[in-house]
């Protein structure tokens, strides 16, 4: 079965930095898009950023310019380097890949302090 597994949560002060990785595993053809989401408290799922297979990528409007997403098609993962943190930064970041289905990691906490 697909698996999705995140990784380089923590907790950092307001403008640190922090670098999230994604790991794919199993049986998967066909990657088109991989990409982050997150989650507050009390708060609906957003967009973050999104790369697709040909390295185009996409950011939400509150993160650019701080984030950047990149990832290896061999080695089926996608990163997210966050800079200049904020405390609205504090979430849940979940790992999204889509083939012909779409796919969820189970998350990881990212809590940014002022």
């Known amino acids: 079965q697909v698996q999705l597994v995140e990784s380089g949560g923590g907790l950092v002060q307001a403008g640190g930095s922090l670098r999230l990785s994604c790991a794919a595993s199993?049986?998967?053809?066909?990657?088109?898009?991989m990409g982050w989401y997150r989650q507050a408290p009390g708060k609906q799922r957003e967009f973050v950023a999104t790369i697709s297979s040909g390295q185009r990528a996409v950011y939400a409007d509150s993160v650019k310019g701080r984030f950047t997403i990149s990832r290896d098609n061999a080695k089926r993962t996608v990163d997210l380097q966050m800079n200049s943190l904020k405390p609205d930064d504090t979430a849940v970041y979940y790992c999204?890949?889509?083939?012909?289905?779409?796919?969820w990691g189970q998350g990881t906490q990212v809590t940014v302090s002022s």
């Open positions: 199993g049986t998967i053809f066909s990657i088109n898009s």
């Open positions: 999204r890949m889509t083939t012909r289905d779409e796919y």
